[in-house]
């Protein structure tokens, strides 16, 4: 759908407005980091991160998009992205839940997610929380000047997969800046070579989604909720990047959540 649209490369002026979007997203994630354990309920999460947004002179980017109804997407185990925070929705001992935080600061779009542990929790999701992180990673490490967009997907899907893993097909990651949906498309698989050109001043966020288990998922009738249909666990990591000076340039952050946590949590 994206790839039909026109792609906007961003002066150096509008990156460092995206910048400053993405790294109250990061702070953000930082401050919810401090509550995310057992007994809590996204719904808690939520009204936590709407106030620290708004705190700092921006908006939820998320919320009252496409007529979703919060500031964060809270999804937990199971459930792949999109999760609507409630108060039903009780954090237990050995759970892991994806927030998906967006910001509007300035006129332009912060949006990253991280993949929380609650508490202890088994060694082998642990090992789904790393690999999925460093898929991410991955993935910006094939964003410079001179490659494709296939080219990042193609090196989260390579690690991904050589480590047992599978990656989610129907949510992508995307273009970013006034709109927080913009031209390309960005898959978490696919093929070198292919795909729009990675150009100076491009920005996107590169998200990850991961299962322990089949690739296949459900999307439930809101036409928000999304969960694996084996209901094996799945992880969920985002950056936003712009190319600069040839290569990626990480624009949202995890370093507030290291802080908040002593390091990386798995």
């Known amino acids: ?12 002026e509008e990156i460092e407005k995206l910048y400053r979007a993405n790294q109250l997203v990061g702070m953000t994630h930082g401050e919810l980091a401090k509550h995310i ?6 719904k808690e999460l939520d009204k936590i ?14 919320l009252g998009y496409s007529g979703f109804p919060a500031s964060l ?11 609507i925070p409630s108060e039903t929705a009780v954090l237990k001992e050995g759970d892991i839940i994806s927030v998906d935080c967006g910001t509007i600061l300035d006129g332009f779009v912060g949006d990253s997610a991280f993949t929380f542990p609650v508490g202890e929790v088994s060694d082998e999701v642990k090992g789904l929380l790393r ?25 989260v899907q390579t690690y991904c997969e050589k480590r047992g893993y599978s990656v989610v097909r129907e949510f992508t990651g995307h273009g970013i800046g006034h709109s927080m949906h913009e031209a390309p498309n960005v898959p978490n698989y696919g093929r070198r070579g ?13 998200e990850p989604m991961i299962n322990l288990g089949s690739k296949n998922v ?7 909720t999304t969960r694996t249909k084996d209901r ?19 624009m949202s952050s995890f370093e507030f959540i290291k802080e908040a946590l002593g390091g990386l949590p798995f």
């Open 37 to 42: 354990k057992p007994g809590v309920t996204t």
């Open 194 to 206: 292919t795909g729009a050109k990675i150009e100076e001043g491009l920005c996107i966020c590169i």
């Open 73 to 83: 997407c809270t999804s937990i185990n199971e459930y792949v992205v999109h999760g």
């Open 1 to 12: 759908m994206f790839e039909r649209r026109k792609i906007y490369l961003k002066t150096a």
């Open 49 to 62: 991160a709407y106030e620290f947004i708004c705190d700092h002179g921006a908006k939820p980017a998320f």
């Open 218 to 224: 459900v999307i439930y009738d809101d036409g928000w």
């Open 232 to 250: 094996k666990p799945s992880a969920h990591f985002e950056h936003c990047i712009a190319i600069v000076d040839g290569k990626a340039k990480i």
């Open 131 to 155: 690999t999925t992180h460093d898929s991410l990673y991955e993935g910006i490490e094939a964003a410079v000047v001179g490659k494709r967009i296939g080219d990042i997907g193609n090196a």
